[in-house]
Structures are given as structure tokens and as C-alpha cells.
């Protein structure tokens, strides 16, 4: 298995994550694909991927299973994942002629470090959804 996640200001690629064992199906695809969204520079994709990822665990029953509810409720209400969200509404919603993503003159750098931010929202947040399962096995 593969990780996405931060070193200094740069993102890379780990070689682990504790809670893709725990992934469905369907968000092991998914994280597949957000892989070679960012491999390919396919900004846009990987912030629309992240919060994908996301929707598909915490809206899989299956997910309870694993997943403690108190922290399910702490990061659905968190502040990071309202960003995503409102970042992802932002790339799929039309809101009328602008400038750029957002409004910026640089799309391409805004969407890019959207992107790692939207990859660190995921990752810490599935990885302390599912810590206590992963700290068992």
C-alpha cells in the first residue's frame, strides 16, 4: 500500500498506511485513482478525490464497525473538513465568470496546494478514525 502525505512543504509518497486494510472496496479504488491524480498534476481531481475518499467511509455503515463515534462526530464537524468541502463545491459548482480557481491569478499553484492540504485533511483524518483498530492488529 501507498500513502500521499506531507514532508516539509513538498508532498511524496510513503510506502504504508495503517488504515487502508480498513478501506471498503470502493474507497480502495478510489485511493488508487488519487494516486494517479497526483502523480499526473490533476489538482483539481485530488481535492475531489480526498473528500470522496472521505464521504465513503464515514457514510459506509460497514465503518462503525472499526470507527470510535465520538471521533466519527469530531471530524465530521471539524473545521478542515468544511474546507474540503467547501473547496470541492467550489471546483464542481459554477458560480459565474472569474477570475482563475477561487479567483487567483495562479489556478494552477492554488489548486496545488489545495491539494496537499485536501491529501493532509484525508489522511489525518482517516488515520485518527481509525487508530484504535489499527493499534489492535
Same mark, same amino acid.
Given at each position: 500500500?501507498? !500513502?500521499?502525505?506531507?514532508?516539509?512543504?513538498?508532498?511524496?509518497? @510513503?510506502?504504508?498506511?495503517?488504515?487502508?486494510? #480498513?478501506?471498503?472496496?470502493?474507497?480502495?479504488?478510489?485511493?488508487?485513482? $488519487?494516486?494517479?491524480? #497526483?502523480?499526473?498534476?490533476?489538482?483539481?481531481?485530488?481535492i *475531489?478525490?480526498? &473528500?470522496?475518499? *472521505?464521504?465513503n467511509?464515514?457514510?459506509?455503515?460497514?465503518?462503525?464497525?472499526?470507527i470510535?463515534?465520538?471521533? &466519527?462526530?469530531?471530524?465530521? @464537524?471539524?473545521k478542515?473538513?468544511?474546507?474540503?468541502?467547501? @473547496? !470541492?463545491?467550489? $471546483?464542481?459548482?459554477?458560480?459565474?465568470? $472569474?477570475?482563475? #480557481?477561487?479567483?487567483s491569478?495562479?489556478?494552477?499553484?492554488? &489548486?496545488?496546494?489545495?491539494?496537499?492540504?485536501?491529501?493532509k485533511?484525508?489522511?489525518?483524518?482517516?488515520e485518527? &478514525?481509525?487508530?484504535?483498530t489499527s493499534?489492535?492488529?
Amino acid at each position: 500500500e501507498i !500513502r500521499l502525505s506531507l514532508v516539509g512543504s513538498e508532498m511524496c509518497i @510513503r510506502d504504508r498506511s495503517n488504515y487502508i486494510p #480498513f478501506l471498503n472496496p470502493h474507497a480502495k479504488i478510489l485511493y488508487d485513482e $488519487i494516486i494517479i491524480a #497526483f502523480k499526473n498534476k490533476m489538482w483539481a481531481s485530488v481535492i *475531489i478525490l480526498s &473528500l470522496t475518499i *472521505i464521504d465513503n467511509v464515514i457514510m459506509d455503515e460497514r465503518s462503525l464497525n472499526y470507527i470510535d463515534g465520538l471521533d &466519527l462526530n469530531d471530524f465530521k @464537524r471539524s473545521k478542515n473538513l468544511k474546507w474540503l468541502r467547501i @473547496r !470541492r463545491n467550489q $471546483i464542481l459548482h459554477y458560480e459565474g465568470p $472569474i477570475e482563475g #480557481f477561487y479567483g487567483s491569478n495562479d489556478s494552477k499553484n492554488a &489548486l496545488k496546494e489545495d491539494s496537499k492540504k485536501a491529501i493532509k485533511i484525508m489522511d489525518v483524518g482517516l488515520e485518527k &478514525l481509525f487508530i484504535r483498530t489499527s493499534n489492535f492488529i
